[in-house]
T-cell receptor, first 114, second 111 residues
Framework: DTEVTQTPKHLVMGMTNKKSLKCEQH?????MYWYKQKAKKPPELMFV???????INESVPSRFSPECPNSSLLNLHLHALQPEDSALYLC?????????????FGPGTRLTVL | GESVGLHLPTLSVQEGDNSIINCAYS??????FIWYKQESGKGPQFIID?????DKRQGQRVTVLLNKTVKHLSLQIAATQPGDSAVYFC??????????FGTGTRLKVLA
């Protein structure tokens, strides 16, 4: 199984809502990533977890809260978002050997903030 | 600031022709580069990678060339097919787990 799954596929939320994005992989990868991708732009790294610990936070606003409850799951909790946070949120995973490793991406969650 | 960028935002090629997609990078310390393909409604898909100790690497119908002197990367696709239509990104490794994507090129294959 070389698939990264993400739910939901689409999400519309108001600025006062709290929602969560979910990501799952069963490839035994111990590094998991969140990227944000605006329309016609490249993915931008947000967070990286390795061995369920936060390794990288690219100065992301606190209204985005990542969580890695186990080696297969990655969540992104959303609260008090702004309309400019509307984007495609991509999850990826890779081996965590410390060497450069191929990342496997999920299809993304398309988020709209009203 | 440092960036990874592309020269052409859109490239149109005739089916069966070869495609060349270019990428310029500015961090001379980068030692690993990846090309991704992103189709509409999907996440990026790994195509091919290259380390800085190489100047060429070939895959199935794809070749990546790396010119460290001018900090330039290119992706060559042989005999371009309609299924190759997508946005192509180069990405640069900037440390453990950290990848910076270039701005992307849309490849359109004309029948």
């Amino acid at each position: 199984d070389t698939e990264v799954t993400q739910t939901p596929k689409h999400l519309v939320m108001g600025m006062t809502n709290k929602k969560s994005l979910k990501c799952e992989q069963h490839m035994g990868h111990r590094a998991m990533y969140w990227y944000k991708q605006k329309a016609k732009k490249p993915p931008e790294l947000m967070f990286v977890y390795s061995y369920e610990k936060l390794s990288i936070n690219e100065s992301v606003p606190s209204r985005f809260s990542p969580e890695c409850p186990n080696s297969s799951l990655l969540n992104l909790h959303l609260h008090a978002l702004q309309p400019e946070d509307s984007a495609l949120y991509l999850c990826a995973s890779s081996q965590a050997t410390g060497e450069v490793n191929e990342q496997f991406f999920g299809p993304g969650t398309r988020l709209t903030v009203l | 600031g440092e960036s990874v960028g592309l020269h052409l935002p859109t490239l149109s090629v005739q089916e069966g022709d070869n495609s060349i997609i270019n990428c310029a990078y500015s961090n001379s310390a980068s030692d690993y580069f990846i090309w991704y393909k992103q189709e509409s409604g999907k996440g990026p898909q790994f195509i091919i990678d290259i380390r800085s100790n190489m100047d060429k690497r070939q895959g199935q119908r794809v070749t990546v060339l790396l010119n460290k002197t001018v900090k330039h990367l290119s992706l060559q696709i042989a005999a371009t097919q309609p299924g190759d239509s997508a946005v192509y990104f180069c990405a640069e490794n900037r440390g453990t787990y950290k990848y910076i994507f270039g701005t992307g090129t849309r490849l359109k294959v004309l029948a």
